[in-house]
């Protein structure tokens, strides 16, 4: 593996930016490790898989278009699925599919996080829609607030028009 032979403090790594749990030792969101756009880091990025590692984080879900990132998992043995968040006519395929996934993962005891390029209307349109879908909140409005408080972001309507899709879901129950 690359570069784990680390010693010292940076030995535990670095907690990714805009960290938040969403569902307690189960389910977290952050930004892309390493950051965004210009300022995406390399060694930062390794800093922060190590810290996912670290941490005992069984699963990296990248929500990402282009598959970044997705080799550093590989080199540093860090498990992933990536399901890009296509908007418009495929949006409620890929929302059902990417939550199915996150409950045969949970229920597998396995701790996730997730992550777009920054913490946003994407990942936070995801969350909240998920706990809808999920049954674990009611309603989509209460799900957004929830959300809001835990992440200390307000939704737009890109992530509202995620809940709403995913509110129309068949639940999971179903």
């Given at each position: 593996m690359a570069?784990?032979?680390?010693?010292?403090?940076?030995a535990e790594g670095i907690k990714p930016r805009h960290f938040h749990w969403i569902l307690k030792d189960k389910l977290?969101?952050?930004?892309r490790p390493g950051g965004y756009g210009p300022h995406h880091r390399r060694v930062r990025r390794m800093e922060e898989i190590i810290w996912i590692?670290?941490?005992n984080f069984d699963r990296v879900v990248s929500l990402i278009d282009a598959p970044h990132n997705l080799h550093n998992y590989d080199e540093y043995e860090l498990r992933y699925v990536?399901?890009?968040?296509?908007h418009g006519d495929h949006l409620a395929r890929v929302l059902e599919t990417?939550?199915?996934?996150?409950?045969?993962?949970?229920q597998a005891k396995e701790r996730l996080i997730v992550h777009h390029e920054e913490l946003g209307d994407v990942v936070c349109g995801a969350m909240a829609g998920y706990l809808v879908w999920s049954g674990l909140i009611d309603l989509p409005p209460r799900a957004i607030t929830v959300i809001e408080h835990i992440t200390g972001r307000v939704l737009?309507?890109?992530g509202r028009d995620i809940v709403s899709t995913a509110a129309a879901l068949p639940s999971a129950g179903a």
């Open positions: 570069q784990m032979a680390m010693r010292g403090k940076w977290a969101v952050c930004e590692r670290r941490n990536h399901r890009p968040l296509a990417t939550y199915r996934d996150f409950n045969n993962l949970l737009g309507p890109e």
